[in-house]
T-cell receptor
Framework: DTEVTQTPKHLVMGMTNKKSLKCEQHMGHRAMYWYKQKAKKPPELMFVYSYEKLSINESVPSRFSPECPNSSLLNLHLHALQPEDSALYLC????????????FGSGTRLTVV | KQEVTQIPAALSVPEGENLVLNCSFTDSAIYNLQWFRQDPGKGLTSLLLIQSSQREQTSGRLNASLDKSSGRSTLYIAASQPGDSATYLCAVNTGTASKLTFGTGTRLQVTL
């Protein structure tokens, strides 16, 4: 298995809703990432998990809450989002260390109404 | 702070042409550089990974080169096809943590 699987592919939520994005990989990668991508812009790093521990939080608002329940799963819990949070949310994974490439999922298209 | 720039921002070529996409970065202390392809509204597909000690990598019709000292990489696409139409992103891995910094992207259209 050489894929990163993200669910759901599309999500529409209201500003008072709570929802979660899910990401799964079975490549044995020990580093997992959340990126946010606005239209016609490059992806921007949100969080990095290394060996299931949060190692980088790029000053992301607390309405985004990441969770890494085990080495194969990464969640992003969403609460009280704003319309400007609408974007493509990408999950990625890699081997731990600096010499490895990233594998990205197909993303979740989030719309906040 | 690492900054990554891609030129041109957009490119339209007829089918069959060979083309070059450019990527430049300001901090040459990179660990590796990765080229990705992104179709509209989709995720990123990895094309080529070049380690800092390497000069180039090849995969099929794609060839990527790296000149770390000058802060440049190029992606060469031979005999372009309409199916190559997509946005191409380069990303460099730098810093004390494994962290990718993406370029601004080149939107490629290959016409019949």
């Amino acid at each position: 298995d050489t894929e990163v699987t993200q669910t759901p592919k599309h999500l529409v939520m209201g500003m008072t809703n709570k929802k979660s994005l899910k990401c799964e990989q079975h490549m044995g990668h020990r580093a997992m990432y959340w990126y946010k991508q606005k239209a016609k812009k490059p992806p921007e790093l949100m969080f990095v998990y290394s060996y299931e521990k949060l190692s980088i939080n790029e000053s992301v608002p607390s309405r985004f809450s990441p969770e890494c329940p085990n080495s194969s799963l990464l969640n992003l819990h969403l609460h009280a989002l704003q319309p400007e949070d609408s974007a493509l949310y990408l999950c990625a994974s890699s081997q731990e260390g600096r010499n490895y490439g990233y594998t990205f999922g197909s993303g979740t298209r989030l719309t906040v109404v | 702070k690492q900054e990554v720039t891609q030129i041109p921002a957009a490119l339209s070529v007829p089918e069959g042409e060979n083309l070059v996409l450019n990527c430049s970065f300001t901090d040459s202390a990179i660990y590796n550089l990765q080229w990705f392809r992104q179709d509209p509204g989709k995720g990123l597909t990895s094309l080529l990974l070049i380690q800092s000690s390497q000069r180039e990598q090849t995969s099929g019709r794609l060839n990527a080169s790296l000149d770390k000292s000058s802060g440049r990489s190029t992606l060469y696409i031979a005999a372009s096809q309409p199916g190559d139409s997509a946005t191409y992103l380069c990303a460099v891995n730098t810093g004390t943590a494994s962290k990718l910094t993406f370029g601004t992207g080149t939107r490629l259209q290959v016409t019949l």
